[in-house]
C-alpha cells in the first residue's frame, strides 16, 4: 500500500477497508495533538465511513488545555465553532454556531453523546439549546466533529457541523474525583459584583469479563452575573416634572444608536445543577455487544434582579407585581415602569435519557447496529414573577436507528445503509404539537485505488408534522438528499477532498405552532429549509502535523427567521422563510505538535465567511446584508507546552469579527446590551501533576477582560482552581 499524508494514514487506521478488502489491516498506531486524537479504531458511534472534514479532541488534551466547567467547553478552540455560552451552567441559551450558522440557528446543527441525541430540535433559537448537561466534563473520552451536510447517515439538521460525544467506558478499574472552585469580578452599567461557585464530580468503573460499566455523578452550583437589564430609550419618556425623581439610571446607546437608559440588573443566574449518569456494557457473544445507557439531570435556577433607581432619600425604586406600574422622573423626563420590566423567576427542571444499543462486531463481510434513545421532560416548570406558570412536562423526543455495513469480499467497497425514526413532542399549557422524520439512507465508499478514494450517499425522508387542534392541517413531506465526496492522495504529503451535499432542515413544531407572550406566532404553512453545501480541501503533512485548507460554500433556500413581513397590511411578525442566503469562505487548521521545540504543540485556525441575504421578499431591506450572527472572520489559537513530568501550561486565544443580530443589519453597535460584537478573548491554563493520582490546577478564561455581546453579555475575567485525583 502506498504511503499517504498523516491525514490519510489516520483514516486508513481507524476506517476498515479504506485499502480495499485485500490489503491487511496496519498494527494500530496513535498520534497525539493538541486538538486531534488519531487512534487505531473507529469512532464509537459515527458512520463507518466519514466524508467530510473532521475534527477531535480526547480527554487528556482537554484536562492540559482546557478550563472545562461544562460539556460544550470542550469546544471552543474547534475550527469555525462558538458556542453562546453566557455564564457557568448556562443551560437555556448554549447555541452552537458554524460556518454558515449563527448562535440563533441551534437547529442547524447536531449533537450526540454515546448516540442519544441530546440537540433540542422542538425549536430554532436561544431557548432550544443541546442538552449539554447530559454529559459533564469529567465522563467525555473523546469528543469529534463533523462539518457540513455530506454524511447520509444524519438528517438535514447537519448542515452546519455533527458534535458527537463519546464518554467513558473502562478496561480496568477506575476511580476520579475532582472538584473545582470559580470567581469572576463583575462590572458592567450599575452592576459591580464578584459571582462565583463550585463544583464537585466523582466517578467509578470497571470491565470484568464480558460485562463493563461506568458510574458518573456530579454537582454545579454557580452564580452567575446579569444577563438582562431593564431600559427605556430616552424619545419614550414625556418632558415634565410628574413621577418620582430618580438617580441611578446609566445612560447609554442601544445596537441601533438610541440613547437610552439603564435602569437596572436582572437575570442574576444562581444554578444548582444535579447529575448522575450509568453505562453499562455486556458482550453478549465475541461478535455481539449491548450497551445501555441512562442519565438524569436537574436543574434548578433562580433568576433574581437588581435595580439601579434610588428616589431622594436613597430607597429602591422598581414596580413589583403588588405595586403595578410606577411612574418616575429621569432627567426631566418622566416614565412608566410595570413590573414585566423587573420580573424574577425560578425555574426546576428534571430530565432523563436513555439509549440503548446492540452492535456486532465481526469486522467481516456483515455488521449491523441497532439504536433506541428516549429523552423526557419528566418536570420543566418556569415560574415567571409577572407571567406566571410555563409547563412543558411531558416535552421530549424518541429515536429509532438500525444501520448494516456490508463489506463484499473481493471488491473495493464498504456499503452503508439505515433506516431511523426521530420523534418530537412539544407540550406546554399554550400549545402542543408532534413532528417525526423517518429516513432511509445509503452510501457506498469505493476505494477505487491506494491514492483514490470516493463515497456517493443519499438519503430519502419523510416528514410528519401533526397540529394541537384540528382547524390547522397536518403536514406531510418527502424530499431526497443526494452526497457525494471524493478524495485522492498525490504524494506522501499532499491530499485533496471534495464534498458535495443536499441538506434539508424541516419546520420545527414550535416554529409551526407555538403561540408566544408578544403576540407573534408560528406559521403551519412554512416551507423547510433547503442547502446545497460544498468544500474543496488542501491537506499537507508538516512533520508530525497537519495543515489543512478549506474552501467551503452554502447556498439556502427558504432559511428560516423570526422577521416582519412588510409586504402585507398590517405587518406579519413571526418565523417565515428568507428566500435565499448564500455564504462563500475559507477555513485554514494547523496542528503542529512538537513545533519549533520539544512539548510545544500549536493549533490553529482562521475562517472567513461571506454570507449574505440574497433575496428576501417579505422583507427588501435585508437584500444584500450580513447574515445574523455569521462574522466574516473568526480565528483561534492554542499553544501547550509540557514543562516537565509534572508542569504543563497553555495559552488559548479566541477571535470573532463584527457581525449583526438583526437581518436588515440595523444594529451596528455591537457592545452594549441587545448588542452582537466582536471579541479578542485570551485563556490560559496551569496544569501541576503531583504524581500518578493527583493533580491540580489553575486557570484563567478571558484573561484580557474583554466585555462582549451576544443579546447578553458573556463573562468577564474568571478564575478558575481544581483539584482532581484519579486511580
Known amino acids: 500500500m502506498k504511503k499517504h499524508t498523516l491525514a490519510m494514514l489516520a483514516v486508513a487506521t481507524a476506517l476498515p477497508g479504506l485499502a480495499g478488502a485485500q490489503t491487511p489491516t496496519p498494527a494500530p498506531t496513535v498520534t497525539e495533538l493538541d486538538r486531534v486524537t488519531i487512534v487505531g479504531s473507529r469512532p464509537a458511534t459515527l458512520p463507518l465511513e466519514i466524508p467530510t472534514t473532521t475534527e477531535s479532541i480526547d480527554a487528556a488534551q482537554i484536562a492540559r488545555s482546557i478550563n472545562a466547567t461544562d460539556s460544550e467547553d470542550a469546544l471552543k478552540y474547534f475550527p469555525s465553532l462558538n458556542v453562546r455560552k453566557r455564564y457557568i451552567g448556562d443551560h437555556d441559551h448554549a447555541v452552537l454556531a458554524s460556518r454558515a450558522s449563527g448562535t440563533g440557528n441551534s437547529?442547524?446543527?447536531?449533537?450526540?453523546?454515546?448516540?442519544?441525541?441530546?440537540?433540542?430540535?422542538?425549536?430554532?433559537?436561544?431557548?432550544?439549546?443541546?442538552?449539554?448537561?447530559?454529559?459533564?466534563?469529567?465522563?467525555?473520552?473523546?469528543?469529534?466533529?463533523?462539518?457540513?451536510?455530506?454524511?447520509?447517515?444524519?438528517?438535514?439538521?447537519?448542515?452546519?457541523?455533527?458534535?458527537?460525544?463519546?464518554?467513558?467506558?473502562?478496561?480496568?478499574?477506575?476511580?476520579?474525583?475532582?472538584?473545582?472552585?470559580?470567581?469572576?469580578?463583575?462590572?458592567?452599567?450599575?452592576?459591580?459584583?464578584?459571582?462565583?461557585?463550585?463544583?464537585?464530580?466523582?466517578?467509578?468503573?470497571?470491565?470484568?469479563?464480558?460485562?463493563?460499566?461506568?458510574?458518573?455523578?456530579?454537582?454545579?452550583?454557580?452564580?452567575?452575573?446579569?444577563?438582562?437589564?431593564?431600559?427605556?430609550?430616552?424619545?419614550?419618556?414625556?418632558?415634565?416634572?410628574?413621577?418620582?425623581?430618580?438617580?441611578?439610571?446609566?445612560?447609554?446607546?442601544?445596537?441601533?444608536?438610541?440613547?437610552?437608559?439603564?435602569?437596572?440588573?436582572?437575570?442574576?443566574?444562581?444554578?444548582?445543577?444535579?447529575?448522575?449518569?450509568?453505562?453499562?456494557?455486556?458482550?453478549?457473544?465475541?461478535?455481539?455487544?449491548?450497551?445501555?445507557?441512562?442519565?438524569?439531570?436537574?436543574?434548578?435556577?433562580?433568576?433574581?434582579?437588581?435595580?439601579?433607581?434610588?428616589?431622594?432619600?436613597?430607597?429602591?425604586?422598581?414596580?413589583?407585581?403588588?405595586?403595578?406600574?410606577?411612574?418616575v422622573n429621569i432627567d426631566g423626563r418622566v416614565y412608566t415602569l410595570n413590573p414585566a420590566d423587573f420580573a424574577s423567576s425560578h425555574a426546576q427542571l428534571e430530565h432523563l435519557a436513555q439509549g440503548l444499543t446492540l452492535k456486532s462486531q465481526t469486522r467481516g463481510e456483515w455488521d449491523w447496529e441497532a439504536?433506541?434513545?428516549?429523552?423526557?421532560?419528566?418536570?420543566?416548570?418556569?415560574?415567571?414573577?409577572?407571567?406566571?406558570?410555563?409547563?412543558?412536562?411531558?416535552?421530549?423526543?424518541?429515536?429509532?436507528?438500525?444501520?448494516?455495513?456490508?463489506?463484499p469480499a473481493g471488491t473495493m467497497h464498504t456499503a452503508e445503509a439505515g433506516l431511523q425514526r426521530d420523534a418530537f413532542k412539544l407540550r406546554t399549557q399554550a400549545t402542543a404539537g408532534d413532528a417525526s422524520l423517518h429516513s432511509l439512507w445509503m452510501q457506498d465508499a469505493w476505494h477505487i485505488s491506494s491514492d483514490w478514494r470516493a463515497v456517493l450517499g443519499a438519503r430519502l425522508e419523510r416528514w410528519d408534522a401533526q397540529p394541537p387542534v384540528a382547524t390547522q392541517p397536518a403536514r406531510r413531506e418527502t424530499w431526497f438528499s443526494p452526497k457525494l465526496a471524493v478524495s485522492h492522495a498525490l504524494d506522501d504529503a499532499w491530499m485533496l477532498k471534495a464534498s458535495l451535499g443536499r441538506a434539508v432542515r424541516a419546520p420545527t413544531v414550535v416554529e409551526l405552532y407555538q403561540v408566544a407572550a408578544a403576540g407573534t406566532q408560528g406559521d403551519p404553512t412554512l416551507r423547510p429549509e433547503a442547502s446545497w453545501t460544498g468544500e474543496l480541501t488542501a491537506e499537507r503533512s508538516v512533520g508530525a502535523g497537519l495543515v489543512r485548507t478549506t474552501f467551503f460554500a452554502e447556498r439556502t433556500q427558504d432559511a428560516l427567521y423570526s422577521q416582519t413581513n412588510v409586504t402585507v397590511t398590517p405587518v406579519v411578525t413571526g418565523v417565515q422563510n428568507v428566500d435565499t442566503i448564500r455564504t462563500r469562505g475559507l477555513e485554514v487548521a494547523l496542528q503542529w505538535p512538537h513545533a519549533m521545540v520539544r512539548g510545544l504543540d500549536l493549533n490553529a485556525s482562521l475562517t472567513y465567511a461571506?454570507?449574505?441575504?440574497?433575496?428576501?421578499?417579505?422583507?427588501?431591506?435585508?437584500?444584500?446584508?450580513?447574515?445574523?450572527?455569521?462574522?466574516?472572520?473568526?480565528?483561534?489559537?492554542?499553544?501547550?507546552?509540557k514543562v516537565d513530568e509534572h508542569w504543563h501550561a497553555s495559552l488559548g486565544v479566541r477571535y470573532s469579527g463584527q457581525q449583526y443580530g438583526t437581518l436588515d443589519n440595523s444594529d451596528p453597535i455591537g457592545r452594549t446590551y441587545t448588542g452582537v460584537s466582536s471579541f479578542l478573548v485570551a485563556d490560559m491554563r496551569l496544569v501541576y501533576r503531583f504524581d500518578k493520582q493527583w493533580s491540580a490546577a489553575f486557570g484563567i478564561d478571558n484573561l484580557n477582560n474583554e466585555r462582549y455581546w451576544a443579546f447578553h453579555p458573556y463573562t468577564q475575567r474568571s478564575f478558575h482552581a481544581e483539584l482532581k485525583f484519579d486511580l
Open 610 to 641: 461571506d454570507s449574505i441575504i440574497v433575496k428576501n421578499d417579505k422583507f427588501p431591506a435585508s437584500v444584500g446584508k450580513w447574515q445574523p450572527r455569521v462574522p466574516r472572520w473568526r480565528a483561534t489559537l492554542l499553544a501547550s507546552y
Open 371 to 407: 439504536t433506541a434513545s428516549d429523552y423526557a421532560y419528566r418536570q420543566d416548570e418556569l415560574r415567571n414573577s409577572v407571567t406566571g406558570l410555563t409547563d412543558m412536562k411531558g416535552t421530549g423526543w424518541n429515536t429509532l436507528a438500525v444501520k448494516g455495513v456490508w463489506r
Open 107 to 327: 437547529a442547524r446543527s447536531l449533537v450526540y453523546a454515546d448516540g442519544i441525541l441530546l440537540s433540542n430540535l422542538l425549536g430554532n433559537g436561544a431557548s432550544y439549546t443541546p442538552r449539554w448537561g447530559l454529559v459533564t466534563p469529567e465522563e467525555i473520552d473523546r469528543v469529534d466533529v463533523l462539518y457540513g451536510p455530506f454524511s447520509a447517515a444524519y438528517p438535514g439538521n447537519s448542515v452546519g457541523a455533527v458534535v458527537d460525544y463519546v464518554t467513558r467506558m473502562p478496561q480496568a478499574f477506575e476511580a476520579h474525583v475532582k472538584l473545582q472552585g470559580y470567581s469572576q469580578r463583575y462590572q458592567q452599567y450599575g452592576t459591580h459584583d464578584r459571582f462565583g461557585g463550585q463544583s464537585g464530580s466523582a466517578a467509578l468503573g470497571s470491565r470484568e469479563g464480558g460485562l463493563s460499566w461506568w458510574v458518573n455523578l456530579s454537582r454545579l452550583d454557580s452564580e452567575g452575573q446579569p444577563i438582562t437589564f431593564a431600559n427605556r430609550r430616552v424619545a419614550q419618556g414625556t418632558v415634565g416634572t410628574g413621577g418620582t425623581p430618580v438617580t441611578g439610571a446609566v445612560a447609554d446607546r442601544n445596537p441601533s444608536m438610541q440613547d437610552w437608559w439603564i435602569l437596572g440588573d436582572t437575570g442574576r443566574s444562581h444554578t444548582v445543577q444535579d447529575h448522575a449518569k450509568l453505562k453499562l456494557a455486556y458482550d453478549l457473544s465475541p461478535s455481539l455487544r449491548a450497551t445501555y445507557t441512562v442519565g438524569l439531570w436537574r436543574n434548578e435556577t433562580e433568576r433574581t434582579v437588581n435595580s439601579y433607581l434610588r428616589d431622594a432619600a436613597g430607597n429602591t425604586v422598581q414596580p413589583t407585581p403588588a405595586t403595578g406600574p410606577i411612574t
